[in-house]
């Protein structure tokens, strides 16, 4: 069972405060507000809540919070808790959250995110010893499942009210001194109206919680909110991104690939079966008579480092400048759409059935809108010849201090890349050891640019993603194949289905998106053997664990290596769009 903390306070927002995914806290304009730590062994969760009464709380709303779980943090998302995921440490009756932001002007003129700094510091926490209590604390918090619209999903979000009732016990009521709170200056995410300083609460308790994992009332209403107000507008402009590559030919691996490939799509089929809940979803299932199949027994994994992604459309506190960081390890897979009564696939497409970050909020949009079953992993190099050190997304070594002048390890100085199944430690399972120094390869920095108008008959695109050759089914032979072939460097549409993992009975959908690479592309392809090894980890990503079967581990870590021309190196500047509707 878990021990809770909780205060309420009166606080005085700013007038004219509006909705913002920045300040969900200041839009609410409630000067009533609460702030509970949850604490279950070493586990935290800080959430920032409205309430009804502040000496009598019953009913809450959380509006933002951290929690050092990861796991944890994925279910109470799901469950309408805005969670995210964050270091935390308590020490005392302090606690300390390192949490990404974006930095106030006023205090850091810099638009890239901070990722290493303490975002908040509570002080005058207390978690008193279980004890015998008559004293009654019955609260329940409202909250919303939430989820793409089935019909729009770049533009409306569905909601459905849920309530969530937990039980309390050996409450105790604390004397209301010594709270004090430190922030960071924060443009986003704010925690306004609280600012630095002594907190007078006017009512704090502390005892057992039990949090029921099983919603105590959901409304069958639902209703339609804005994409753009919630997790802002869906483009995205990616800079300096850095692209290593392998190709894998299931093919020539000797095994039985035909069943493993159709479990990793078969997300994108669930309007076959019984899982697209009510509504729009049954309408669609009841008049698709399509398939999505893999077009090709070619897959990719690629390791991918994004210097710069921005929002094309922020909105306010953000602006055009402000970008984050992020490495990413992602398994791709080319779709197409096979209708029923016809032998020609279409729509190439896609699909990535697993995806590894190490940037809470790309998790959180991923997750939340976009179809990627996101999971944060440590991304890891080697130091000395044997220590392992984690970097920051930004791609320098973490822990290792502030400045800027840090170095930049190279992508394939990456050695190791581990789960995280608690912020801040490192016990996670190693999903992927990757031996690719780049110093073992004489032509490692040979880039060739690409003129993506010629790039059909370009040579200089052997060797990278899909061939002409990958496509052996007479399905995606033809019209399918130049068509995949000559889109996948110049753009490439992607395909998810949204939500990724039960959020009441929201109804899934498909979230489409279209690639557009800029004009710079560069190739290189350097000549030697790179060698990966997968390992399957429980509380991975079911399908990173299925590509893990196929490539002959059944339970253990597999190695694959990949001569010259089977792996690749790119460089390019790229945006995504999300579609404004499903077809």
């Not at 057992?208 to 009332?217: E, G, I, K, L």
Request: charged share 25%; hydrophobic share 40%; net charge negative.
């Amino acid at each position: 069972m878990a021990q809770f903390w909780l205060g309420t306070f009166d606080v005085k927002p700013p007038l004219h405060a509006k909705p913002s995914p920045a300040a969900p806290i200041l839009a609410t304009g409630t000067r009533m507000l609460a702030i509970e730590v949850v604490r279950e062994g070493a586990e935290f969760a800080v959430l920032f809540s409205t309430v009804d009464d502040l000496q009598e709380p019953r009913r809450l709303t959380c509006r933002l919070a951290f929690a050092n779980g990861c796991k944890t943090c994925n279910i109470w998302r799901d469950r309408g808790f805005p969670l995210v995921d964050a270091r935390i440490t308590c020490r005392g009756k302090s606690l300390q959250v390192i949490s990404p932001y974006f930095p106030g002007v006023d205090s850091d003129p810099s638009n890239e995110m901070q990722y290493e700094v303490a975002f908040l510091t509570i002080t005058g926490i207390e978690f008193a010893p279980q004890q015998r209590s008559k004293l009654a604390l019955s609260t329940q918090y409202d909250q919303f499942h939430e989820a793409p619209d089935s019909a729009t999903p770049a533009t409306w979000i569905t909601r459905q009210a849920v309530t969530w009732t937990p039980s309390r016990w050996a409450v105790q009521r604390l004397s209301c001194a010594g709270v004090m709170l430190d922030l960071a200056s924060a443009r986003s995410p704010s925690l306004a109206p609280f600012e630095s300083g002594h907190l007078e609460p006017q009512a704090v308790w502390c005892g057992m919680v039990d949090v029921a994992t099983t919603a105590s009332q959901r409304q069958p209403e639902r209703n339609r909110v804005s994409r753009a107000d919630t997790f802002g507008v869906p483009a995205f402009r990616f800079e300096n991104v850095e692209v290593l590559g392998f190709r894998i030919d299931l093919g020539k691996l000797g095994i039985d690939y035909e069943q493993g490939l159709a479990d990793l799509i078969s997300p994108l089929n669930f309007h076959l079966g019984g899982s697209a809940g009510a509504g729009a979803a049954a309408a669609r299932r009841a008049i698709s008579d399509f398939r999505y199949r893999p077009a090709t027994r070619t897959l990719l994994i690629e390791l991918i480092r994004y210097g710069r992604m921005k929002l094309m459309s922020p909105s306010a506190p953000l602006v055009l400048d402000d970008y984050q960081c992020q490495h990413e390890l992602l398994v791709r897979v080319l779709v197409g759409r096979v209708d029923d009564d016809t032998s020609q696939a279409r729509a190439p497409a896609v699909y990535v059935p697993a995806i590894f970050v190490d940037n809470p909020w790309s998790k959180i949009v991923g997750r939340d809108v976009q179809g990627f079953d996101k999971r944060l992993v440590d991304f890891c190099i080697s130091q000395e010849g044997k220590d392992i050190a984690r970097l920051c997304p930004d791609g320098r070594v973490a822990d290792s201090g502030h400045s800027d002048s840090r170095p930049v390890a190279d992508l394939a100085a990456i050695s190791r890349i581990r789960l995280v199944d608690m912020m801040g430690s490192s016990d996670g399972g190693t999903v992927l050891d990757l031996d690719c120094s780049p110093q073992d390869y004489e032509n490692w920095d040979e880039f060739d640019s690409v003129d993506l108008q010629l790039a059909v008959g370009s040579s200089n695109l052997g060797g990278t993603r899909w061939r002409q050759s990958d496509f052996d089914e007479p399905e995606f032979r033809r019209s399918f194949a130049r068509s995949a072939v000559a889109e996948n460097l110049r753009g490439f549409r992607s395909i998810q289905v949204s939500p990724v993992s039960s959020r009441g009975d929201m109804e899934k959908t498909w979230i489409s998106g279209t690639f557009k690479l800029d004009d710079d592309v560069q190739i290189a392809r350097p000549s030697g053997l790179v060698r990966l090894t997968a390992h399957p980890q429980p509380n991975a990503p079911k399908h990173w664990n299925v590509l893990c079967k196929m490539l002959g581990g059944d339970g253990n870590p597999s190695s694959v290596s990949f001569s010259t021309g089977e792996w690749y190196r790119l460089k390019c500047a790229m945006e995504l769009t999300v579609d404004g509707s499903v077809d």
